[in-house]
């Protein structure tokens, strides 16, 4: 089953606004990873967050993660039209340490 | 250091037949996994390998199987092949289970 959910499904700003998705998940965790898909190509990892840490940084990518609402969300600064994409999530829980996805948020930056 | 590589990119099959996708992790690695991805469904795991030894199976039928080799090369067989596997099927190696996952650039599978 799904245990990351993104939110929204798909998401359209213009060049240069900020965006954000959310993920939302259902059990403890070890770890929280970003992941960005454009259309047909393999995934490239963004970000991971362990369940200790409240907030990571890369680049113009912010994570958060809280998990006593057992929420993460993933903010791009200054998009741009290369960020187009589709962005997932994945929890690994504490149980197996298997990665489990969510759906995805789709991404169109208009330019 | 190379990226994984996955063969061949594409792949056109009819109802019945049987294919056998390839998967080269990144030097280093010895946990591969495979994940089916369809529009309609998503990212699903199909299996994880690691040294050799399937660590995790996702909930798919037994025409769908797999093997590591001790070069940790990694192939994935689908038998009487139906139209619904057609799909984007994707294999991803990394250090140990459960971290940062590196993809290859996908098999698409059509099943005609």
């Known amino acids: 089953s799904q245990q990351g959910e993104e939110d929204p499904q798909a998401l359209s700003i213009q060049e240069g606004e900020n965006a954000t998705m959310n993920c939302s998940y259902k059990t403890s965790i070890n770890n929280l990873q970003w992941y960005r898909q454009n259309s047909g190509r393999g995934l490239v990892h963004l970000i991971l967050?362990?369940?200790n840490e409240r907030e990571k940084h890369s680049g113009r990518l912010r994570v958060t993660l809280d998990t006593s609402k057992k929420s993460s969300s993933l903010l791009i600064t200054a998009s741009r039209a290369a960020d187009t994409a589709s962005y997932f999530c994945?929890?690994?829980?504490?149980?197996?340490?298997?990665?489990?996805w969510g759906a995805g948020t789709k991404l169109i930056i208009k330019p | 250091k190379a990226g994984v590589t996955q063969t061949p990119r594409y792949l056109i099959k009819t109802r019945g037949q049987q294919v056998t996708l390839s998967c080269s992790p990144i030097s280093g690695h010895r946990s591969v996994s495979w994940y089916q991805q369809t529009p309609g469904q998503g990212l699903q795991f199909l299996f994880e390998y690691f040294s050799e030894t399937q660590r995790n199976k996702g909930n798919f039928p037994g025409r769908f199987s797999g093997r590591q080799f001790s070069n940790s090369r990694s192939e994935m067989n689908v038998s009487t092949l139906e139209l619904g596997d057609s799909a984007l099927y994707l294999c991803a190696s990394s250090l140990a289970t459960g971290e940062k996952l590196f993809f290859g650039s996908g098999t698409q599978l059509s099943v005609l």
């Open positions: 994945a929890t690994v829980p504490d149980s197996n340490y298997q990665l489990i």
């Open positions: 967050i362990r369940s």
